[in-house]
Structure formats: structure tokens, C-alpha cells
């Protein structure tokens, strides 16, 4: 039986002094720029790695080099798999975009991920990686397949390469993808011009992602917010909010960042404006009962927490007329106790459903 403190602790179930300790002196250690004193402490270099944040901890952590080399490898062979396979989606004439990728840099994850909004050119995609590069597809789960989510490794990288047809966790609807594409942008990232969405649907997205796809939020999550919202105002971001029907997820999400900051006595005005904007639109935060537990990261959203907002987003989608979002969101509830259990009794930790 694998249902112990070890996959409670993995999945952000057990939230002890320790942890939060460790984590409130990694965020404010980042925030304000200010050494740690135990910098070399490896619990700490692991929370940095585990909350994405490793390369902009680099100077308040002091690493080595060979940390810092390593780190700085995965950067280059992200930006080399994205070099290949924007080239050769446009050489195709396939419209995508890059999400969430490189939203935290420095740092980024283990993933390139693209969004590919049209049934057409998504098919023509896998089609390109399956013949082409020789893709190795990997397991999905569930709630991918709803989704419609592909997931592979090229040969030659250690990233996972993986293609969006909507940003959603299991088909319920939250954004128009067209929309979305339609307004991208192109930038400079390492150089380099890539496909972007605009800024305020990169809030949207790490907001949707973070809430209702990871269902926790990383350190990441905390410093990329005050950045991605430095080039947009509350308006642009409240108004896709509010047409996703995801207020109180915003609203919980906003306040659960907010009570970072508060324990490390750090103050930004632009989260304080929109903050203020949100409850000023939305009203008060009616779940704050379900944030009473220690500041752990990652910061698991509680699991009844979770049920709440997806059951009242679907109230929200049956009120206008998505009927068929609206169902997707009631069938969340036991999808997710159904790959909790799943997940306890595999020895991956993963519970292939959600």
C-alpha cells in the first residue's frame, strides 16, 4: 500500500513548520534580492528546483557553477527544441504560439508547449512530428484525451514537446483559441522572436493553468504574475476573467499570492491595484476558508477548494447557455478524488486521470 507521508508530501498534502519556514525564506529571499544565510543548504537548492525558480535564486542561494551550468543547459536545449520546431511549423504553415514556457525567465520547466487552435493544423502537426521527427507520443491521461492534449519527445531532447488545441483541463471552455491566435504577437526572447499570446491572455493562462489544470502554485507562479502584469492593466485581464466565468478562482488565486507577500512583508502597487480592481468587480473572496492552512510551496489548492470553483464555474457556464462546458466542470469533482486514490497505489505517484 503506497498511501504514506512520503506521497502526501509529493503532492503538497502535508504542509509542516519546516516546509513553510523553508519556503517563506526562499520567496522573500527572491523578492527582496537579500542572501540567505544558509545558502548552500540543499533543502533549499531543492524547493528552488521544484518551484521553478532555480536560476533567479542563483545569487540569494550563492550556487555552484555546476548548478548554475546545468540549469543554463536546459534553458539553451528549450530554446534549441522551440528554434526546431517553430521552423518547421512555419516552414508547414502552421499558426501556433508558445505558452507558459518562457513566462519564467531565466528559468524554465521540463516542457515546450504550443498552442495550435485549428482541428486542421493540429492534425497536420502530429502528423509533421509522428513522420518527420520520429516523435516518441507518451502517455496521456483522461483528462488529456479530453482535452485533445499531445505529448511527446523528440530524439536528441530531454524536454517534453507538447501541443494545446485550448487552454482547459479537461474540455470545459474558458477561452476562444481562435481568439487568441488571432491576437498573439511576436517578441524577443533570448534573442530571438517567438509567438507569443498577448499579455494579458499570458495572465489568463497561467491563472487557468495554475487553478485549474496543476491545481497549485508554484513560486513561479507568484513572481511571473508580478511581471506578466507589469505591461497590462486590471481591465484587460479582468474583462478575460470574467468571460471565462473563473471570478472566484481568480479572486482565490489573487489572495493566496497576496498572503506570500504579506508574510514577507513585501508590497508591490500593481498587485495592490489589481487586487483592489478584482474585489472592487468580482466582490469579496468567499473561499477564504479554505486558505487557513500553512504557506507550503508548491501551494496545493485544497481539495474541496478545488470542487468549489470548478462547480462554480459550471454554474456560471449553465447561466449563459455552455451547456456542455458546464457538465465537464460537474464531472470534475470525482475525476479528481478518482486520481487521488489512483495516484496513492501506483508506484509512479501519478494517477493518470486528471
Request: contains cysteine; glycine residues 6%.
Amino acid at each position: 500500500m503506497r498511501m504514506r507521508g512520503s506521497f502526501l508530501e509529493d503532492i503538497g498534502g502535508v504542509k509542516t513548520a519546516r516546509k513553510e519556514a523553508d519556503s517563506l525564506v526562499l520567496t522573500e529571499a527572491i523578492l527582496k534580492n537579500k542572501p540567505i544565510k544558509s545558502a548552500g543548504s540543499s533543502r533549499l537548492v531543492k524547493l528552488a528546483k521544484k518551484n521553478k525558480v532555480l536560476l533567479r535564486a542563483a545569487a540569494v542561494l550563492q550556487l555552484p557553477a555546476t548548478e548554475m551550468s546545468d540549469a543554463k543547459r536546459g534553458v539553451d536545449e528549450a530554446m534549441r527544441l522551440y528554434d526546431l520546431m517553430s521552423n518547421a511549423f512555419e516552414t508547414q504553415g502552421l499558426s501556433f504560439a508558445i505558452i507558459k514556457t518562457f513566462d519564467s525567465m531565466p528559468d524554465v520547466g521540463h516542457d515546450v508547449d504550443f498552442l495550435v487552435s485549428s482541428p486542421r493544423e493540429m492534425a497536420a502537426a502530429k502528423f509533421l512530428l509522428l513522420g518527420n521527427y520520429k516523435a516518441d507520443p507518451q502517455g496521456r491521461t483522461h483528462c488529456d484525451k479530453l482535452l485533445g492534449k499531445f505529448s511527446c519527445f523528440l530524439p536528441g531532447f530531454k524536454h517534453d514537446f507538447e501541443l494545446y488545441p485550448t487552454i482547459s483541463q479537461l474540455g470545459e471552455t474558458h477561452l476562444d483559441p481562435a481568439r487568441v491566435m488571432k491576437d498573439r504577437q511576436k517578441a524577443k526572447v533570448e534573442g530571438r522572436g517567438v509567438w507569443l499570446t498577448s499579455d494579458p491572455d499570458r495572465v489568463l493562462i497561467r491563472v487557468i493553468h495554475a487553478m485549474f489544470r496543476h491545481n497549485f502554485l508554484k513560486l513561479s507562479d507568484i513572481l511571473d504574475f508580478l511581471e506578466l502584469t507589469r505591461g497590462v492593466t486590471p481591465r484587460e485581464v479582468l474583462d478575460r476573467v470574467e468571460n471565462a466565468h473563473i471570478q472566484e478562482a481568480f479572486l482565490f488565486y489573487l489572495a493566496s499570492i497576496g498572503r506570500f507577500l504579506s508574510a514577507c512583508q513585501f508590497e508591490s502597487a500593481r498587485f495592490a491595484e489589481m487586487s483592489h480592481a478584482a474585489e472592487k468587480r468580482f466582490g469579496a473572496d468567499r473561499l477564504g476558508l479554505f486558505r487557513r492552512d500553512r504557506l507550503v510551496l508548491p501551494y496545493r489548492i485544497p481539495t474541496m477548494g478545488l470542487v468549489m470553483l470548478f462547480l462554480l464555474k459550471g454554474a456560471r457556464d449553465a447561466s449563459s447557455g455552455r451547456r456542455k462546458s458546464a457538465l465537464k466542470c460537474l464531472v470534475a469533482p470525482p475525476l479528481i478524488v478518482i486520481d487521488f486514490v489512483s495516484a496513492a497505489f501506483r508506484s509512479s505517484g501519478r494517477g493518470m486521470v486528471w
